[in-house]
């Protein structure tokens, strides 16, 4: 596991870049299989690969997304209440990975 210092988080690309990719990825095969594949890697690729993890401070992470989610969502598959709930999902268990990776588990 790796030591995580909330300083270096300001340039969390430099200082935690490998963390980062496994937490995204960790969701993405934790949800594989459980939501519609289309909408999921839909997701993955057009909205959280422009998204940013935060640290809000003890221990809490949040991914901030793009500003134009919607009318990313609209290109998407899947009608929106099926796309807000695997969207929502998918950022919870990003957000329970970096807590995971970064020792903040309880």
């Not at 959280?48 to 221990?59: A, N, R, T």
């Amino acid at each position: 596991m790796t030591e995580f210092d909330p300083e270096k988080f300001e340039e969390k690309y430099v200082h935690y870049f490998e963390e980062l990719e496994t937490a995204y990825s960790n969701a993405y095969q934790s949800l594989h299989g459980q939501c519609d594949s289309e909408i999921l890697r839909g997701i993955d690729r057009q909205i959280l690969s422009e998204s940013e993890p935060m640290y809000e401070g003890d221990g809490d992470f949040r991914v901030v997304l793009p500003e134009d989610t919607a009318e990313r969502a609209a290109a998407l598959p899947g009608d929106e209440e099926t796309f807000n709930a695997v969207l929502e999902r998918f950022t919870d268990t990003i957000e329970q990975e970096l807590r995971r990776i970064f020792e903040f588990e309880d």
